[in-house]
């Protein structure tokens, strides 16, 4: 079965300090990644998405970065963390092949904390 | 542009009393819809979804959707309701143009009273 895994858990960084938050798929090839942030436990944004490794897809302009180094793996990035990066951030996935109607699967999420 | 939208912020209903949650949307093509759930501090867990054939698409733990074209709606249901159901409810949409982006709206609280 795939299972996805997302780490660390919780995180508490100082401004300024950099970010890696760290998303693997088990039990499949080729699947579409996506990082969304939920800020105000409301609201999902898309942040980046991947069809395949090295290639990356940006939605918003921001203090982030993502990177696919391997087919399952998904990096989210930055160089200098801002307050208004906190958040609660999730890896998904959805298997091939790339249709609209394929159902994205969540991580459990990693929280940040940017104080 | 494609937008979907929850009308309700938050859902009171009584342990056992049926349960909806609204959704409607706006879109050019043809939408691809989901319902997903969320509990406190957890990933999004998905409940069902409609791509084509039967307005009634019938889901995880009892939850079932009505898919209604000329309402641009999806409406969330389950016939009776428990106290675990209380959650975060998201509707989400997708078209073949889009299908990398998975749109949210902003989410329903369902709060389940005994």
């Known amino acids: 079965s795939q299972t996805i895994h997302q780490w660390p858990a919780t995180l508490v960084q100082p401004v300024g300090s950099p970010l890696s938050l760290e998303c693997t798929v088990e039990?499949?090839?080729?699947?579409?990644l996506y990082w969304y942030r939920q800020a105000a436990g409301r609201g999902l944004q898309l942040l980046f998405y991947?069809?395949?490794?090295?290639?990356i897809s940006s939605e918003v302009p921001q203090n982030l970065s993502a990177s696919r180094p391997q087919d399952r793996q998904f990096i989210l990035s930055s160089k200098k963390l801002l307050l208004s990066d906190s958040g609660f951030y999730l890896c998904?996935?959805?298997?091939?092949?790339?249709?609209?109607?394929?159902?994205?699967?969540f991580g459990e999420g990693s929280w940040l904390t940017v104080v | 542009a494609q937008s979907v939208a929850q009308p309700e912020d938050q859902v009171n209903v009584a342990e056992g009393n049926p349960l909806t949650v609204k959704c409607t949307y706006s879109?050019?093509?043809?939408?691809?819809l989901f319902w997903y759930v969320q509990y406190p501090n957890r990933g999004l867990q998905f409940l069902l979804k409609?791509?084509?054939?039967?307005?009634l698409v019938k889901g995880s733990y009892g939850f079932e959707a009505e898919f209604n074209k000329s309402q641009t709606s999806f409406h969330l249901k389950k016939p009776s309701a428990l106290v675990s159901d209380s959650a975060l409810y998201f509707c989400?949409?997708?078209?073949?143009?889009?299908?990398?982006?998975?749109?949210f709206g902003a989410g329903t609280q369902v709060v389940v009273t005994p």
């Open positions: 998904a996935w959805n298997p091939p092949p790339t249709v609209a109607g394929n159902t994205i699967y």
């Open positions: 039990g499949t090839s080729n699947p579409n």
């Open positions: 991947s069809v395949g490794i090295g290639q």
């Open positions: 879109v050019s093509g043809n939408p691809y």
């Open positions: 409609y791509i084509t054939g039967d307005n």
């Open positions: 989400a949409l997708r078209t073949t143009d889009s299908w990398g982006k998975l749109q």
